[in-house]
């Protein structure tokens, strides 16, 4: 009787092989802008010659101005473009991601091309007062949406955004106008956005309120409480009570007087150099340090959190008041370094607009800090094209920051997964 031989495994290594995932997003959003530079330059062409204007008549270094023909440069444009959105495709058909230069470099053109088809044959275009209200108004933007970052980080959704905002102005002007220093205001206004912020972690983690819910009423009760006492208070006697200092100007030494970065960045006043510290700070500590990591914790896996000790409600309500802090910070802006005093309303939907930088920026600090300056710069734009006298209607300019702002979070971030237990109460077993 013969055995039967026997069976020897297969050594051979096992391949597995790798799923392709494709995402056309970029690509599609590329033709978007493609065919609207399509329709705006060649569906309404514009001949003569745009001139951009880098320097200021204050400036020590100066930069001579840029005169291009029009035409020409929207032609260059729109090719450069076509070519990138062609790159962009072919990288998506091969399963590979297209690399962020690429998206910077495809808005600069898109950006230059259109800047030069609005100012043709008007004044020069301002770039140095461009990018300087660029980061004006994107100040409030970029407060609020580290506070948002900070609080849905730990998993608590922060729809309170605008009310934190609007009680750090009202705070800010009537306390820096009763003690004539700025710097009182600023602690004022950071006490404001916590005191709304406690609000919204008591009924959110103690008592288990929807989130979001409570962050609507927030913003509904802040906006009527503050537009109650500016007509019953604040209106009635404004020398006393809304006629704040405005914060200083401090140029850096030597940093200011760099053409273009120099007074755009470093020819600022406290808040905005605030802001600076503030965005590393947030970076730092959620990626860096112990805080960050158990803030992340609970806003990932509150279970795994508690069982390693961490007590997941304590480190959520401290965090949302550090958040309610420095989105408080950023409404003191308002009245103490834009417009000088406090006014109804003022914040007029900048907290919707920086959570939805904190969307757009996918919970990351620095990604959502480029959110709010590219909302910033949809909101100046329209301004600097209405002083150089472009033809383009001022009802399209107007709602122009808006588009921009349901563009990015609808048609760029698609599925992007927030905090594993954002907005999830949670209660210990």
């Known amino acids: 009787m013969t055995s039967a031989a026997p069976v020897i495994p297969d050594s051979s290594p096992i391949v597995l092989e790798k799923a392709e995932i494709r995402s056309w997003k970029a690509p599609i959003a590329f033709g978007v802008f493609v065919v609207l530079s399509l329709i705006l330059f060649f569906g309404f062409p514009r001949h003569g010659q745009s001139t951009f204007r880098f320097s200021e008549k204050t400036d020590v270094i100066k930069i001579s ?67 300087l209200g660029t980061i004006s108004l994107s100040v409030p933007l970029v407060f609020g949406a ?49 005191l709304v912020s406690f609000v919204l ?23 009527g409480l503050t537009s109650f006492l500016y007509s019953q208070v604040l209106a009635g006697n404004a020398p006393l009570l809304n006629h704040p200092p405005r914060l200083p100007e401090w140029p850096i030494p030597l940093l200011s007087e760099i053409p273009i970065i120099g007074p755009v960045l470093f020819h600022q006043t406290i808040i905005e150099y605030l802001m ?20 992340r914790s609970v806003g990932e896996h509150p279970e ?21 802090a420095i989105a408080g910070l950023g409404g003191a802006y308002f009245t103490l370094g834009s417009v000088g005093a406090f006014s109804k309303e003022m914040t007029a939907g900048q907290g919707f607009i920086a959570l939805a930088a904190v969307i757009f920026g996918r ?67």
């Open 65 to 131: 101005t840029l005169t291009v023909d029009t035409l020409t440069t929207t032609i260059v444009v729109t090719l450069l473009l076509v070519v990138l959105t062609a790159v962009s495709a072919w990288l998506s058909w091969q399963a590979r991601k297209t690399p962020i230069w690429m998206v910077i470099v495809f808005a600069l053109l898109f950006m230059f091309g259109f800047l030069a088809w609005a100012g043709s044959g008007q004044l020069p275009v301002p770039v140095t007062g461009l990018l």
């Open 276 to 295: 600076y510290i503030a965005i590393f700070a947030v970076w730092f500590g959620l990626f860096k340090t112990r805080w960050g990591l158990r803030l």
């Open 201 to 223: 972690a008591a009924f959110s983690i103690k008592y288990l309120v929807d989130q979001v819910i409570v962050g609507v009423v927030l913003n509904v009760l802040v906006t």
């Open 363 to 429: 919970w990351d600090p620095i990604r959502a800090t480029l959110a709010a300056l590219l909302f910033g710069f949809a909101t100046n734009l329209q301004n600097v094209l209405g002083i150089i006298g472009s033809p383009v209607p001022s009802e399209f300019m107007l709602m122009l920051p808006y588009v921009v702002t349901i563009f990015a979070v609808a048609g760029l971030v698609g599925m992007s997964r927030p905090p594993a237990a954002d907005g999830k109460p949670y209660t210990k077993s």
């Open 304 to 324: 795994a959190a508690d069982t390693v000790g961490i007590n997941v409600n304590g480190t959520r309500f401290w965090n949302v008041s550090l958040a309610g």
């Open 146 to 194: 580290l506070g948002g970052v900070v609080s849905e980080r730990g998993g608590v959704v922060n729809v309170a955004i605008e009310g934190q905002l609007l009680a750090g102005a009202f705070v800010s002007a009537m306390t820096a106008s009763l003690t004539g220093s700025w710097l009182v205001g600023l602690i004022a206004a950071m006490i404001a956005g916590v």
